[in-house]
């Protein structure tokens, strides 16, 4: 069982910066391929970032593609999600997930272990 607990959301103005931070409890992170999602009110929870285990690999979808960068920490057993050039159409409720599967995995129904999410919401 692997827990996980976001921190770093926010309300920021359009064009501010955050930083998401996601830490897992458990000695084997390392073994986990890491993911943000995001759902917005009224839409559907979306992938936004994944990182594989070794950091290696990174996806991110293309709307957030020159404004977000994911990397990992495996000694904090941290996985960061860094914002910026926020937009109000970021606003959403951003979600940290953890899978066992090798490599990248973009399809939610693919990770295990979810955190409880962290708001971030942009003003105009």
């Known amino acids: 069982q692997v827990q996980m607990v976001e921190s770093g959301g926010g309300l920021v103005q359009a064009g501010a910066s955050l930083r998401l931070s996601c830490r897992a409890s458990g000695s084997t992170f390392r073994s986990f391929s890491m993911g943000w999602f995001r759902q917005a009110p009224g839409k559907e929870r979306e992938i936004i970032a994944a990182?594989?285990?070794?950091?290696?690999?990174?996806y991110y979808t293309d709307s957030v593609k020159g404004r977000f960068n994911i990397s990992r920490d495996g000694a904090k057993n941290t996985v960061y999600l860094q914002m910026n050039m926020l937009k109000p159409q970021d606003t959403a409720v951003y979600y940290c997930a953890a899978t066992s599967s090798l490599g990248i995995t973009t399809q939610r129904g693919g990770y295990d272990y979810w955190g409880q999410g962290t708001q971030v919401t942009v003003s105009s």
């Open positions: 990182i594989s285990q070794s950091g290696a690999s990174t």
